[in-house]
């Protein structure tokens, strides 16, 4: 069974440029949940994604945006970019609560 | 207050040892417990699963959750080099948004 897969896995981006990362979640699975991993605050909740609708946010400020397909693969936006948002970026799937994980895409803003 | 308090190391043990990593929390909602290991540059991978309190056992690693204290626990027996990661305590409510721990970083030494 394939697992999450999460493109690109690496991205260099400039202040100010908006950046969409993909998701595709575990066949079956359609609950899709995305999150900001950094040193300093760890794992940080960003949203999560069920049936298409947006089932939970975390704190984050609106140019953190995200949106879920029929198929269930996701999508999340950032726009302009700032250089507190290099981080890894994770995206986890789930069958009902326990959730699995992507490699992540490492996004670093210069 | 964070509401997942987890030790963030690093805990250094020889081969062989007893390893045990422990999470507390605030959050009596809470229902569902997870482990997660993450090596360097990769997605945390699920360890360990449990809903409500108990214990569970998997090979060498032994989850435990005491809802009472607000209290879990992940044991691995006969540590190996190879358990050297960062392990996350991750947990949530019904239908709600999973919380991390900060993670514990993990040295075992041959």
């Known amino acids: 069974k394939a697992g999450v897969t999460q493109t690109p896995r690496y991205l260099i981006k400039t202040r100010g440029q908006q950046v969409t990362l993909s998701c595709s979640p575990i066949?079956?699975?359609?609950?899709v949940s995305w999150y900001q991993q950094t040193p300093g605050q760890g794992l940080q909740f960003l949203f999560e994604?069920?049936?298409?609708?947006?089932?939970n946010k975390g704190n984050f400020p609106g140019r953190f945006s995200g949106r879920q397909f029929s198929n269930s693969r996701s999508e999340m936006n950032v726009s302009t970019l700032e250089l507190g948002d290099s981080a890894l970026y994770l995206c986890?799937?789930?069958?009902?609560?326990?959730?699995?994980f992507g490699q992540g895409t490492r996004l670093t803003v210069v | 207050q964070k509401e997942v308090e987890q030790d963030p190391g690093p805990l250094s043990v020889p081969e062989g040892a007893i390893v045990s990593l422990n999470c507390t929390y605030s959050?009596?909602?809470?229902?569902?417990f997870m482990w997660y290991r993450q090596y360097s540059r990769k997605g945390p991978e699920l360890l360990m699963y449990?809903?409500?309190?108990g214990n569970k056992e998997d090979g060498r690693f032994t989850a435990q959750v005491d809802k009472s204290s607000k209290y879990i626990s992940l044991f691995i027996r006969d540590s190996q080099p190879s358990d050297s990661a960062t392990y996350l305590c991750?947990?949530?409510?019904?239908?709600?948004?999973?919380?991390f721990g900060t993670g514990t970083r993990l040295q075992v030494f041959p």
């Open positions: 986890a799937s789930s069958p009902i609560d326990e959730a699995f």
């Open positions: 991750a947990m949530s409510a019904i239908t709600d948004k999973l919380i």
């Open positions: 449990t809903y409500s309190s």
């Open positions: 994604y069920f049936s298409e609708t947006q089932r």
């Open positions: 066949s079956g699975h359609r609950s």
């Open positions: 959050n009596s909602a809470f229902q569902y």
